[in-house]
C-alpha cells in the first residue's frame, strides 16, 4: 500500500534519509591514528522522536492490511514502560487466552530471497556480515525499505525512532562511565565493524547501476547502518525458524520478566500462510501495559541490544576470565591456604579439561551473579584445587561439583575455603569499577542526561549484584560448622 494512503506523506522525512543517523555514532572509542573517519554521536533521547513528525496511525495500518488489534489496545506512553502498546481501552478485564494481535504473513519484514538485481546487492552485502551481528543483515533490509518511495511498510517505519539509548550512540564519556570491560569491548567492536563495513558498502555500490541500487542511490554511512541495526536488534523477534523478523505493533510491546502476553506462530516462517499472535498469558486489567518477555539475560544484552536497563534484574552477572593468577590473588586475599592454581597436577588438569577450563578450546569465561550465584564450573574448580585427596573428588560426578546447592561435597573445609575465595573475587570485581555505590547514587539524584543515566545505572546494578552475591555466599559461611569451617 502506498505511504500516501496510509494517512501520511514520508517525502518529507524520506528526503533526510540516512541524514537524520548523520552524527549517531560515537567516535570516543575510534583511535583517529587509524586512519578511520571521525563520527560523533547525537545524545539519545529518553523519548525519541518518530522518523516522521506525525507518522501514520500503526495500529489502522495492521488492521486495514489484514491484521487484528483488539479493540482495547492503544499506543500510548505508559507511565511504568514508556511507549508501548496498553489496554488503555478495556472494558473490564481482558481474560488469559484472548487474542489481542494478529499478523498476517504478509506484514512482517524480514530479509527475502532476491527478487530482482537490487535485492542480489543486498544478498550480497548481507553475506558480508558475521552471524553474531545478524541484526545487521535485517538493518539492511530495513534501510532498503526505508529508502524505497512509498515502501508497503513506510507505515511502520516512519513510526521507529530517530535514534535509539543503545551504547554506541553515547557520547564518549558516558561509553567511559559504563565502567565494564565486556560491555566496552562489545561497543568497540560494533563501532569498528560500523566503519569497515560502510567501506565494504561503498565499494560495492560504486559499481552497481542506479536502477540496480538496494538504497534507491542514498548515501549509505556507518551512522545509517547503526541506526538500523540497532533499530534490528532492539525490535526483531526470533521465532521458530530462528529467522529474525521485524513484527509490525508487536515490537511494541514492553519487556517483563513476568509477561501478561505470549508470542504464537503459526505457519513456518517463509511460508505464505505463516501469522504471528500476540495472546494473553494472564489476565490483563484495563491501562495494563502489554508485555513479552524478551529473554532472561543479563544488563549487558538489554543495555547493548534494547538501550535500557533493567532495575533489579535476576539474571544480571558479571564476567570473569578463570586465570590462575588471579585466583592465586584471590586465595591469598581470602587466607585460604591452598596449591597453586597456576599449577594444578595432573587429575586437576583431567578434571579441568572435563570443565572445560583446561586445553585446546576451553571457554575460559565464567561469572558470578544470576540465578546460579556462582558459575557452576568456577566452583567446581574451586572445590578440586582445594581438596587434598583425589579419590575424594573422584567420588563426585561433575555436576555435584558445579552445584552450589549440594551441601559441601569435599567437606566444610574445602566449601569454606572455595567458598572465601568466591568472596575475594567478588570483591576484586568491585574494585574494576572507578566509582563508589554511594557516589553512583548522587549522580542519578541529580538527573544527569538520559545516557549519563543508563551508564551509571548499568553499572551500579553490577555493584548491587555483586554485593548481594556476597551477602548470598556470606550466609553459606555461617551456616557451616565453626569448628569445621577453619580452613
Known sequence: MAAAAAGATPATARKALFTTTATLLSSSLIRRSCGRRSLSCSAAAA??????????????????????????????D??????????????????????????????????????????????????????????MKLGLRLLQERAKPDSFWWPYIANLPETFTVPIFFPGDDIKNLQYAPLLHQVNKRCRFLLE??????????????????????????????????????RAFRLHGEIPILLPLIDMCNHSFNPNARIVQEGNVN???????????????????????????????????????????????????????LLDAASMAAGVSSPSFSAPAKWQEDILSQLNLHGEGAILKVSLGGPDIVDGRLLGALRVFLAAD??????????????????????????????????????????????????????????????????????????????????????RIKMLSPQKSTA
Open 390 to 475: 583425589p579419590e575424594a573428588v573422584y567420588k563426585h560426578d561433575l555436576k555435584t561439583l558445579m552445584s552450589l546447592d549440594t551441601e559441601a561435597p569435599l567437606g566444610p573445609t574445602v566449601e569454606a575455603s572455595a567458598l572465601r575465595t568466591v568472596l575475594a573475587l567478588c570483591a576484586i570485581a568491585l574494585q574494576h569499577f572507578h566509582t563508589k555505590i554511594m557516589e553512583d547514587e548522587a549522580i542519578l539524584k541529580g538527573e544527569p542526561p538520559v545516557t549519563t543515566e543508563l551508564a551509571v545505572q548499568f553499572r551500579l546494578q553490577k555493584k548491587f549484584m555483586i554485593v548481594d552475591v556476597m551477602q548470598n555466599i556470606s550466609r
Open 271 to 325: 511460508s505464505s500462510d505463516m501469522s504471528v499472535k500476540v495472546v494473553a498469558e494472564t489476565k490483563i486489567e484495563q491501562n495494563a501495559a502489554i508485555t513479552l518477555n524478551y529473554g532472561c539475560h543479563p544488563n549487558d544484552f538489554f543495555l547493548l541490544d534494547y538501550g535500557f536497563v533493567i532495575t533489579p534484574n535476576p539474571y544480571d552477572q558479571v564476567e570473569l576470565s578463570y586465570d590462575g593468577t
Open 197 to 234: 563495513f560502510e567501506r565494504a558498502v561503498r565499494q560495492k555500490l560504486d559499481t552497481v547501476p542506479l536502477g540496480d541500487h538496494p538504497f534507491y542511490g542514498q548515501d549509505v554511512n556507518s551512522s545509517s547502518l547503526g541506526w538500523a541495526m540497532s533499530a534490528s536488534s532492539s
Open 78 to 135: 505508559h507511565p511504568e514502560h514508556g511507549l508501548g502498546v496498553a489496554a488503555a481501552e478495556a472494558d473490564g478485564d481482558i481474560p488469559p487466552g484472548d487474542v489481542l494481535i494478529a499478523l498476517p504473513g504478509r506484514l512482517p519484514l524480514r530479509l527475502r530471497r532476491p527478487t530482482g538485481a537490487a535485492d542480489e546487492v543486498l544478498v550480497q552485502l548481507a553475506q558480508q556480515v558475521p552471524d553474531e551481528l545478524w541484526a
Open 47 to 76: 523519548a525519541a522522536p518518530r522518523l516522521a513528525p506525525q507518522p501514520p496511525d500503526l495500529v489502522r495500518w495492521v488492521q486495514r492490511e489484514g491484521g487484528f488489534v483488539h479493540p482495547a489496545l492503544r499506543v500510548t
